[in-house]
T-cell receptor, first 112, second 111 residues
Framework: EPEVTQTPSHQVTQMGQEVILRCVPI?????FYWYRQILGQKVEFLVS????????KSEIFDDQFSVERPDGSNFTLKIRSTKLEDSAMYFC??????????FGPGTRLTVL | LAKTTQPISMDSYEGQEVNITCSHN???????ITWYQQFPSQGPRFIIQ???TKVTNEVASLFIPADRKSSTLSLPRVSLSDTAVYYC????????????FGTGTSLTVIP
Protein backbone atom coordinates (compact mmCIF):
# COMPACT_ATOMS: atom_id res chain seq x y z
CA GLU A 1 0.00 0.00 0.00
CA PRO A 2 1.50 3.37 -0.95
CA GLU A 3 2.33 5.69 1.91
CA VAL A 4 3.66 9.13 2.65
CA THR A 5 7.27 9.12 3.80
CA GLN A 6 9.20 11.79 5.68
CA THR A 7 12.87 12.38 6.36
CA PRO A 8 14.59 12.74 8.69
CA SER A 9 12.65 11.10 11.49
CA HIS A 10 14.42 13.34 14.00
CA GLN A 11 16.23 16.61 13.41
CA VAL A 12 18.17 18.48 16.06
CA THR A 13 19.27 22.02 15.30
CA GLN A 14 20.54 25.14 16.99
CA MET A 15 18.32 28.17 17.36
CA GLY A 16 18.69 30.47 14.37
CA GLN A 17 19.67 27.70 11.97
CA GLU A 18 17.76 26.81 8.83
CA VAL A 19 16.14 23.39 8.54
CA ILE A 20 14.50 21.60 5.64
CA LEU A 21 12.03 18.85 6.33
CA ARG A 22 11.35 16.50 3.46
CA CYS A 23 8.31 14.56 2.43
CA VAL A 24 7.54 12.20 -0.42
CA PRO A 25 3.76 12.22 -0.92
CA ILE A 26 1.86 9.33 -2.49
CA UNK A 27 2.73 9.42 -6.16
CA UNK A 28 -0.58 10.31 -7.82
CA UNK A 29 -1.73 12.73 -5.15
CA UNK A 30 -2.41 16.35 -6.02
CA UNK A 31 -2.88 18.15 -2.71
CA PHE A 32 -0.13 18.47 -0.15
CA TYR A 33 -0.14 19.68 3.44
CA TRP A 34 2.12 20.40 6.37
CA TYR A 35 0.94 20.23 9.96
CA ARG A 36 2.75 20.51 13.24
CA GLN A 37 2.08 19.12 16.68
CA ILE A 38 3.75 20.53 19.76
CA LEU A 39 4.25 17.87 22.41
CA GLY A 40 1.02 17.15 24.22
CA GLN A 41 -1.05 19.44 22.03
CA LYS A 42 -3.36 19.02 19.06
CA VAL A 43 -2.34 18.81 15.43
CA GLU A 44 -2.20 22.29 13.84
CA PHE A 45 -2.61 23.10 10.16
CA LEU A 46 0.30 25.03 8.62
CA VAL A 47 -0.14 25.15 4.86
CA SER A 48 -1.79 23.51 1.87
CA UNK A 49 -0.25 23.30 -1.60
CA UNK A 50 -1.87 22.55 -4.93
CA UNK A 51 -0.85 23.05 -8.53
CA UNK A 52 2.59 24.28 -7.48
CA UNK A 53 1.39 27.04 -5.27
CA UNK A 54 0.19 27.64 -1.74
CA UNK A 55 -3.60 27.31 -1.46
CA UNK A 56 -4.01 28.32 2.14
CA LYS A 57 -1.81 29.02 5.11
CA SER A 58 -2.45 29.47 8.79
CA GLU A 59 -1.29 32.27 11.08
CA ILE A 60 1.54 30.02 12.21
CA PHE A 61 2.97 29.91 8.69
CA ASP A 62 4.79 33.24 8.76
CA ASP A 63 7.70 34.53 6.68
CA GLN A 64 10.08 32.12 8.39
CA PHE A 65 8.35 29.21 6.68
CA SER A 66 8.32 28.22 3.04
CA VAL A 67 7.29 25.19 1.04
CA GLU A 68 8.47 23.82 -2.25
CA ARG A 69 7.86 20.92 -4.56
CA PRO A 70 11.22 20.98 -6.30
CA ASP A 71 11.10 17.91 -8.50
CA GLY A 72 7.59 16.53 -8.80
CA SER A 73 8.07 13.95 -6.08
CA ASN A 74 9.41 15.71 -2.99
CA PHE A 75 7.56 18.28 -0.92
CA THR A 76 9.67 20.29 1.50
CA LEU A 77 9.10 22.60 4.42
CA LYS A 78 11.85 25.09 5.18
CA ILE A 79 12.19 27.04 8.39
CA ARG A 80 14.67 29.83 7.79
CA SER A 81 15.72 30.75 11.31
CA THR A 82 14.48 28.29 13.88
CA LYS A 83 13.22 29.35 17.28
CA LEU A 84 12.85 27.28 20.41
CA GLU A 85 9.09 27.29 19.97
CA ASP A 86 9.44 25.58 16.58
CA SER A 87 10.26 22.36 18.40
CA ALA A 88 7.45 19.98 17.46
CA MET A 89 6.47 17.02 15.32
CA TYR A 90 5.93 18.06 11.72
CA PHE A 91 3.59 15.95 9.63
CA CYS A 92 3.23 15.95 5.90
CA UNK A 93 -0.03 14.77 4.30
CA UNK A 94 -1.28 14.28 0.78
CA UNK A 95 -4.49 13.43 -0.97
CA UNK A 96 -5.62 12.69 -4.49
CA UNK A 97 -8.77 14.67 -5.10
CA UNK A 98 -11.91 14.35 -3.03
CA UNK A 99 -10.23 11.49 -1.23
CA UNK A 100 -9.10 11.77 2.36
CA UNK A 101 -5.68 12.93 3.48
CA UNK A 102 -2.97 10.42 4.29
CA PHE A 103 -0.33 11.40 6.79
CA GLY A 104 3.34 10.60 7.00
CA PRO A 105 5.06 9.35 10.16
CA GLY A 106 6.38 12.80 11.03
CA THR A 107 9.69 14.50 11.70
CA ARG A 108 10.52 15.40 15.27
CA LEU A 109 12.25 18.79 15.25
CA THR A 110 14.21 19.75 18.34
CA VAL A 111 15.58 23.29 18.51
CA LEU A 112 18.28 23.85 21.12
CA LEU B 1 -14.61 26.69 8.99
CA ALA B 2 -16.60 24.27 11.05
CA LYS B 3 -15.27 23.88 14.56
CA THR B 4 -15.50 20.50 16.23
CA THR B 5 -16.05 19.63 19.87
CA GLN B 6 -15.29 16.23 21.36
CA PRO B 7 -14.99 14.83 24.89
CA ILE B 8 -11.43 15.21 26.14
CA SER B 9 -11.11 11.63 27.33
CA MET B 10 -12.94 8.32 27.65
CA ASP B 11 -12.23 5.00 29.31
CA SER B 12 -13.54 1.65 28.20
CA TYR B 13 -13.02 -1.99 29.08
CA GLU B 14 -11.64 -4.40 26.55
CA GLY B 15 -14.30 -6.00 24.41
CA GLN B 16 -16.77 -3.18 24.82
CA GLU B 17 -18.21 -1.06 22.06
CA VAL B 18 -17.04 2.56 22.24
CA ASN B 19 -18.95 5.50 20.83
CA ILE B 20 -17.23 8.87 20.51
CA THR B 21 -19.40 11.80 19.55
CA CYS B 22 -18.26 14.95 17.80
CA SER B 23 -20.28 18.17 17.57
CA HIS B 24 -19.97 20.35 14.48
CA ASN B 25 -22.88 22.75 14.66
CA UNK B 26 -21.81 25.00 11.78
CA UNK B 27 -20.99 22.29 9.28
CA UNK B 28 -21.31 23.51 5.69
CA UNK B 29 -23.23 21.84 2.91
CA UNK B 30 -20.12 20.55 1.14
CA UNK B 31 -18.27 19.42 4.27
CA UNK B 32 -17.39 15.80 4.89
CA ILE B 33 -16.66 14.31 8.31
CA THR B 34 -13.43 12.38 8.77
CA TRP B 35 -12.09 10.54 11.80
CA TYR B 36 -8.44 9.88 12.48
CA GLN B 37 -6.61 7.82 15.10
CA GLN B 38 -3.25 8.91 16.48
CA PHE B 39 -0.77 7.01 18.60
CA PRO B 40 2.00 8.89 20.44
CA SER B 41 4.75 10.15 18.14
CA GLN B 42 2.97 8.87 15.02
CA GLY B 43 1.05 10.54 12.25
CA PRO B 44 -2.75 10.53 12.29
CA ARG B 45 -4.19 7.44 10.66
CA PHE B 46 -7.40 7.56 8.66
CA ILE B 47 -10.26 5.56 10.16
CA ILE B 48 -13.45 6.50 8.35
CA GLN B 49 -15.14 9.27 6.41
CA UNK B 50 -18.76 10.09 5.66
CA UNK B 51 -21.19 12.72 4.49
CA UNK B 52 -24.54 11.57 5.86
CA THR B 53 -26.38 8.59 7.39
CA LYS B 54 -24.17 5.62 8.19
CA VAL B 55 -20.83 4.43 6.90
CA THR B 56 -19.17 1.20 7.93
CA ASN B 57 -15.78 -0.27 7.15
CA GLU B 58 -13.69 -3.08 8.56
CA VAL B 59 -12.65 -1.15 11.66
CA ALA B 60 -15.44 1.28 12.56
CA SER B 61 -18.85 2.74 11.86
CA LEU B 62 -19.76 6.38 11.50
CA PHE B 63 -23.26 7.58 12.29
CA ILE B 64 -24.37 10.98 11.03
CA PRO B 65 -27.88 12.27 11.83
CA ALA B 66 -29.99 14.06 9.25
CA ASP B 67 -29.03 17.56 10.45
CA ARG B 68 -25.32 16.62 10.28
CA LYS B 69 -24.54 18.77 13.31
CA SER B 70 -22.88 15.87 15.05
CA SER B 71 -21.37 12.50 14.26
CA THR B 72 -20.55 9.39 16.24
CA LEU B 73 -17.60 7.11 15.70
CA SER B 74 -18.35 3.58 16.85
CA LEU B 75 -15.52 1.14 17.56
CA PRO B 76 -16.80 -2.40 18.09
CA ARG B 77 -15.16 -4.60 20.72
CA VAL B 78 -12.14 -2.44 21.51
CA SER B 79 -8.80 -3.94 22.46
CA LEU B 80 -5.84 -2.51 24.35
CA SER B 81 -4.26 -1.52 21.04
CA ASP B 82 -7.13 0.88 20.40
CA THR B 83 -5.83 3.16 23.16
CA ALA B 84 -5.12 6.35 21.22
CA VAL B 85 -6.36 9.86 20.52
CA TYR B 86 -9.27 10.10 18.10
CA TYR B 87 -9.84 13.24 16.07
CA CYS B 88 -12.92 14.37 14.19
CA UNK B 89 -12.33 16.71 11.25
CA UNK B 90 -14.85 18.55 9.14
CA UNK B 91 -13.92 19.97 5.78
CA UNK B 92 -14.82 20.53 2.15
CA UNK B 93 -13.24 17.66 0.26
CA UNK B 94 -13.77 19.44 -3.04
CA UNK B 95 -11.57 22.41 -2.16
CA UNK B 96 -9.77 20.82 0.77
CA UNK B 97 -7.53 23.75 1.46
CA UNK B 98 -7.69 23.73 5.23
CA UNK B 99 -8.44 21.08 7.76
CA UNK B 100 -8.45 21.93 11.42
CA PHE B 101 -8.02 19.37 14.15
CA GLY B 102 -9.86 19.76 17.42
CA THR B 103 -8.43 18.68 20.73
CA GLY B 104 -9.38 15.05 20.08
CA THR B 105 -10.63 12.36 22.45
CA SER B 106 -8.06 10.35 24.36
CA LEU B 107 -9.43 6.82 24.61
CA THR B 108 -7.96 4.48 27.21
CA VAL B 109 -8.88 0.82 26.97
CA ILE B 110 -8.65 -0.98 30.28
CA PRO B 111 -7.99 -4.72 30.56
Amino acid sequence: EPEVTQTPSHQVTQMGQEVILRCVPISNHLYFYWYRQILGQKVEFLVSFYNNEISEKSEIFDDQFSVERPDGSNFTLKIRSTKLEDSAMYFCASRFSTDTQYFGPGTRLTVL
Amino acid sequence: LAKTTQPISMDSYEGQEVNITCSHNNIATNDYITWYQQFPSQGPRFIIQGYKTKVTNEVASLFIPADRKSSTLSLPRVSLSDTAVYYCLVGDMNTGNQFYFGTGTSLTVIP
